[in-house]
């Protein structure tokens, strides 16, 4: 919202001790009182009644005017394990309210606080994990609201920031410039056929905004196909001049380049986007290339040097979203593949051979390909072999252009749900599917390479491709460049190809994708695919709705499974759509997406209270808390052999019927847990003086599947305490745990009351 209808405010603190003691101190313009409901009752009100000659000069006001500040703590009966749903409201002098904070609070000493460990161990920067939250018209407000929400509840190692879209191609000096970019671009300016905004930002103001609120900040550097999606403008735009060539465009196998207007109603952030055209990716593309590159760099040399002047608001920068042959027309009735540009074909046939700029005969403003080279490269005799079709030279070499296609369709199923599976065995499909995914691979590879020869290092560089999940009969996606062929069009992407030379891989993931929760090639975890292509691997675009239903909207459980396996799957940060999206409360009204809610949602709610319950953790450090709020989660342990069943969130209770019985706990597998510095469990239990009989060994599985004993049996009353935990110190080994198991002996009578494991690395 607007200034003019929600005053200025700021939480300063709000906390929860374990005894049910709640503070909260602030301060709110143009307000009289403030009103604290928790779990949908009210608790207390406060007036706003504090000098705070700070706010006031601040805000340029009066020293006459209305106190600003306010404070107060009240005491709540609460059960020892549960969270509370704090609502915070303003009210103005009229007696109308606004409202100001919505989230959940656990106490620090339950879902345990980890800064006391912090404080003992200061961590390098790279130990801290982000939540860039995606925005836009940042200049004009749409940033308002983050640093409020979510201050409150940042650490060392868990911090918030913002993601903001830089178009580099589209926010220029325009047609009389040489469609130069600016980074003083006025985001004024409208589309030549619709009211919308040629762009939303500046790359300077945002800069502005992020040393003003001291906010992190990830850039998206995009200038790719959903850069200039919302609408067409050939006076600020070169992207779009560029695609009135169409000899510079992506071809389909009728040696067409469709009107960019082609599609419309695609899932998306914005409504009909232009995505019926798009630039080739071969390399034989001089002018694009040309206005790319020097677009691109210029606007990272500006970044760059923000990052040396202010490092610890740069977060990074990701490259352009989806990198792809147009994958949306098969799709359609007709279905239509790409790129079969004639330039295109020309590199697909070096790619064969072997010869050109793959054996380094770079021609000017040509890249030399030669570590792309294959292995082995093709005659022409063996390729009119695969392709069952007599070539006599090699300019007559065609990809295929012919699909076999199979249709699923029953009376019911509308037109435009029909799936189509085409021909996967051909050999000559095979080849021409992995050299689209080189292509891809290839134009990721020269973006991370045109920045980082700005200055900004390879490891704040992210690429920015998206993974959906794969409907019912349909192939997994693709994961390596070799992969075998789907049975539909992948537009080239895939995971090994996504992995910059000179970056680290960016995903977009939503729905399922976005929860971990689908098939793949490898039958591993999708996230488990993510970090052995790229170990520091990062989600820059998230959201747990899903992109085919508009009205869904992501439970809470999605969204905390979502978040708290990105952390453990080794993700440096996660991007979730997004702040100026729909709105939470708006849930079931008309014009409502679900893919893009975030602010008051179940989302929103989860980032909290893994922000919370992380606080002062290494992103390294693995934590398990059996849920959060009124969510209980297994958390994937399981109890000898069957998953857990927390009695509620952070308390598992173990071992109630007999207390000489043997216990088992075994963790999520893919572990991935490096052991060759040691590491350390840190256990946190209900009443340990109860148990101090308890005895506990831990062993550890390799991927291979070998379980090996790492720690002996140790009775509790022996283990050093780290942060209020029990800490069991596991000794360095060579290799690493795909899984740990920890067996417990001499149980209590009335159980033994698990709160927390957590998994904290070594010193290297």
């Known amino acids: 919202m607007a200034n003019q209808t929600v005053p200025a405010h700021h939480i300063e603190k709000l906390s929860l001790s374990a005894d049910g003691l709640l503070q909260l101190q602030g301060w709110a313009l143009e307000t009289v009182a403030i009103h604290v409901y928790v779990d949908g009752g009210s608790l207390f009100s406060l007036a706003c009644d504090q000098e705070r000659n700070d706010v006031l000069d601040h805000f340029n006001l009066p020293q006459e005017a209305a106190c600003p500040g306010f404070a107060g703590m009240q005491s709540i009966r609460r059960d020892f394990f549960s969270a509370v749903s704090v609502s915070i409201f303003g009210e103005r002098k009229k007696g109308d309210r606004y409202s100001i904070l919505k989230t959940q609070l656990v106490p620090s000493e339950n879902i345990h606080s980890w800064r006391g460990l912090y404080d003992e161990n200061p961590l390098h920067e790279n130990n801290a ?41 589209r926010t220029t000096l325009g047609r009389e410039g040489d469609f130069a970019f600016d980074p003083d671009f006025v985001p004024n300016k409208k589309c030549d056929h619709n009211e919308r905004l040629v762009a939303e930002d500046s790359l300077h103001a945002v800069m502005d905004h992020a040393i003003r609120t001291q906010t992190p900040v990830l850039f998206t550097l995009n200038g790719g196909i959903w850069a200039d999606s919302a609408g067409q403008s050939l006076e600020w735009d070169i992207n779009d001049v560029l695609e009135q060539d169409e000899s510079l465009c992506q071809w389909n196998q009728f040696n067409q380049v469709m ?208 993974f959906m999940e794969p409907t019912i009969r349909l192939d997994p996606l693709a994961e390596r460049i070799d992969s075998p062929v789907k049975n539909y069009d992948t537009g080239g992407a895939s995971i090994e190809g996504a992995c910059p030379k000179h970056g680290h891989l960016g995903v977009i993931i939503y729905g399922q994708c976005a929860t971990n929760n689908i098939i793949t090639e490898s039958k591993t975890s999708l996230f488990n695919e993510f970090r052995r292509n790229s170990a520091e691997w990062a989600v820059v675009e998230h959201n747990t709705g899903d992109l085919t239903r508009a009205d869904f909207l992501g439970s809470y459980a999605d969204a905390y499974r979502s978040l708290r396996d990105i952390i453990h799957y080794g993700s440096r940060f996660v991007s979730s759509m997004a702040w100026n999206g729909s709105p939470g409360e708006q849930h079931g009204q008309p014009g409502f997406l679900g893919y893009t809610s975030l602010r008051r949602s179940p989302l929103e709610a989860a980032m909290i209270d893994i922000m919370q319950a992380r606080a002062g953790l290494p992103r390294q450090a693995r934590l398990w808390t059996f849920g959060a709020g009124e969510h209980v989660d297994s958390d994937g342990w399981l109890v000898n052999g069957e998953a857990a069943r927390p009695v509620r969130a952070s308390c598992l209770l173990l071992g109630t019927h007999s207390p000489h019985e043997s216990i088992t706990l075994d963790s999520p597998p893919e572990l991935a847990w490096p052991l060759s510095t040691g590491s350390r469990i840190l256990l946190k239990v209900h009443q340990p003086s109860a148990a101090q009989a308890v005895r506990v060994k831990v062993s550890a599985r390799s991927e291979n599947g070998l379980w090996r004993e790492i720690s002996p049996f140790t009775p509790f009353s022996a283990l050093p305490q780290t942060a209020s935990c029990l800490t069991l110190e596991m000794p360095a080994c060579s290799w690493s745990a795909y899984q740990l198991r920890l067996t417990l002996v ?19």
Not at 394 to 400: I, L, N, T
Not at 749 to 763: D, M, R, Y
């Open 746 to 764: 001499n149980l209590p009578a009335a159980g033994l009351a698990l709160n927390v494991v957590a998994l904290l690395p070594g010193q290297a």
């Open 129 to 169: 994990f982000y939540f860039p939250i995606a925005t836009s018209r940042v200049a004009s407000g749409g940033a308002e609201g983050i640093r409020e929400t979510f201050s409150p509840f940042e650490s060392p190692t868990m911090k918030v920031g913002i993601r903001t879209q830089i178009l580099y191609l």
């Open 259 to 466: 009107p960019d207007t082609a599609l419309s109603n695609l899932p998306g952030s914005v409504d009909s986007p232009e995505l019926g055209r798009s630039i080739s990716l071969n390399v034989y593309m001089e002018k694009p290339r040309f206005y790319k590159k020097r677009n691109l760099q210029a606007a990272c040399r500006i970044i760059n040097a923000f990052r040396e002047k202010h490092p610890s608001l740069f977060i990074g920068v990701n490259l352009d979203a989806d990198v792809y042959m147009n994958p949306f027309f098969p799709k359609l009735e007709n279905p239509q593949w790409y790129d079969y540009n004639p330039q295109t074909l020309r590199q697909f046939r070096h790619w064969l051979r072997g010869d050109g700029p793959y054996a380094g005969n770079a021609e000017d403003g040509v890249p030399d390909l030669s570590s792309y080279r294959r292995k082995k490269y093709l005659t022409l005799a063996r390729i009119s072999k695969l392709a069952k079709k007599k070539f006599a030279t090699w300019d007559d070499v065609q990809p295929p252009r012919q699909f076999l296609w199979h249709v699923f369709l029953s009376r019911t199923t509308p037109r435009w749900l029909r799936e189509y599976v085409h021909f996967t065995k051909n050999p000559w499909i095979a080849l021409w599917a992995q050299f689209r995914r080189h292509l891809v691979q290839l134009h990721y590879d020269e973006l991370s390479q045109w920045v980082a020869e700005t200055g900004i290092p390879s490891d704040r560089i992210y690429s920015s491709q998206g």
